[in-house]
C-alpha cells in the first residue's frame, strides 16, 4: 500500500503508443507515498484517498473541455480507491462519472472483498501499526459501532443498514457507479500473491488449486484464463454450483468464504450487479515472488514479465467501441 506514480508509467506509455491524442492518460501522484513510509497518503483510508483523487478528476475534467468519456484503472489498494471515487463522482440522473460516460474499469490485484481471510498471519500482526485506517477497513474491522454500521467495503458493495446509511452517509448509489462502466476487468495472479490473493482479487470464494490445470493465453504471456462477461445465475441458491460450472468442482474443497460471510455477501452483492472479465495470471520461475508488482509492471526497472498482461488491458480498452464515436476519452 505504498503508493507510487511511477508505477503507472509503462501502462500510461503502452496505451499512448495504441492511441496517441485519442486519449489523456493521467498517473496520479495525489495519493503517492513520499520518503516517509510510515505516514503515506493511502493508509488514510480508501474513502481519503478516494475523494482526493476525485477532486484530482474533476480539475482534470475542468481543464480538458474535449473529454467526453472515462475509463479508471488501479492497482492494488488503487482498484478500491478508484471504486470509491466513482461513487464520488457519480451522476445519477445522468449515469455519468463527473460528467464524462463510464467506459472502462480495470482492476489489477486489488482486494475487492478486503483481506481479512487470506492475508497471512505475520503480515496481519504488522498490518494495524504499519498502514492505519486503509488496514483496518481491508480487515473490515473498521465500523464505529457493530450493531448499526456496515464496515466501508460493505457499504460500497452496497449493503448497508438504514441505521448505517443514517450515521455514514448512504453509499448504496457507489455499486451503481461501479455498474454504469460498460465494462469491468478483475486481474488476480491465481498463486504467488500474499498480498491480494486470488478469491480477493477475482471476486470468487476459492483459492486456485495448484493442481487444477489452466488454459495458455498465447498472444498474451502470463495471462492463463480469460473468461469474459462472467455473471451470476439469476438465482443466488445455485452460485456454488455456477463457480463450479465455470471452473471445476475441485473448487468447492478450496473454498475460503462461507455462507454468512461479509465476504461472500460482498461477493454477491456485487456480482449480481455487475458482469466482469476475470483475467487469471500466473508468473513463473525466481519472478513468481513478485507476482503482486509485475501484474501490471508496476517496477518496470526490475522487470517487466507482466506487459503481455499490460498490453491485454491496453488492447481491450478501446477495442469494441468505434474510436470515431468516442470523442477524446
Not at 506509455?13 to 485519442?22: A, E, I, P
Not at 476475470?278 to 507476482?291: I, L, P, Y
Request: charge should be negative; glycine fraction near 8%; include cysteine.
Amino acid at each position: 500500500m505504498q503508493g507510487q506514480a511511477s508505477g503507472g508509467v509503462w501502462f500510461g506509455n503502452q496505451l499512448k503508443k495504441k492511441y496517441g491524442t485519442d486519449i489523456v492518460y493521467i498517473t496520479t501522484a495525489i495519493n503517492e507515498t513520499g520518503w516517509n513510509i510510515f505516514a503515506a497518503p493511502t493508509h488514510d483510508g480508501v474513502d481519503v484517498c478516494g475523494r482526493r483523487l476525485a477532486d484530482e478528476i474533476r480539475s482534470t475534467i475542468k481543464a480538458n473541455p474535449s473529454l467526453t468519456h472515462i475509463s479508471l484503472c488501479g492497482l492494488s489498494l488503487g482498484g478500491l480507491i478508484i471504486r470509491y471515487t466513482c461513487g464520488e463522482l457519480y451522476e445519477s440522473e445522468s449515469g455519468t462519472i463527473g460528467g464524462l460516460i463510464p467506459l472502462n474499469f480495470v482492476s489489477f490485484a486489488s482486494p475487492h472483498l478486503g483481506v481479512r481471510k487470506t492475508l497471512p498471519g505475520f503480515m496481519g500482526v504488522l498490518g494495524g501499526f504499519i498502514v492505519g485506517n486503509s488496514y483496518h477497513q481491508m480487515t473490515l474491522a473498521d465500523n464505529a459501532n457493530k450493531k448499526t454500521c456496515n464496515t466501508l467495503l460493505e457499504r460500497m458493495a452496497g449493503i448497508q443498514t438504514p441505521e448505517c446509511a443514517e450515521a455514514c452517509g448512504d453509499k448504496r448509489a457507489y455499486l451503481k457507479a461501479l455498474s454504469s462502466f460498460q465494462r469491468r476487468l478483475c486481474i488476480g495472479n491465481v498463486e504467488s500473491d500474499p498480498q491480494v490473493p486470488y478469491p480477493t482479487a477475482t471476486m470468487v470464494p476459492f483459492f486456485h488449486p495448484a493442481h487444477m490445470p489452466v488454459d495458455r493465453e498465447s498472444q498474451y504471456a502470463n495471462i492463463v484464463r480469460i473468461v469474459r462477461n462472467e455473471e451470476l445465475p439469476s438465482n443466488p441458491a445455485s452460485i456454488d454450483e455456477w463457480f463450479n460450472s465455470v471452473g471445476a468442482e475441485e473448487l468447492q474443497a478450496e473454498r475460503i468464504f462461507e455462507d454468512e460471510s461479509p465476504e461472500y455477501k460482498m461477493l454477491v452483492s456485487i456480482r449480481e450487479a455487475t458482469s466482469w472479465t476475470r483475467v487469471d495470471t500466473r508468473f513463473e520461475g525466481f519472478m513468481r515472488n513478485f507476482s503482486h508488482d509485475l501484474v501490471a509492471v508496476n517496477k518496470p526497472a526490475i522487470s517487466t514479465a507482466g506487459q503481455g498482461v499490460v498490453q491485454f488491458v491496453v488492447d481491450e480498452m478501446l477495442a469494441p467501441f468505434k474510436t470515431t464515436d468516442l470523442g477524446t476519452a
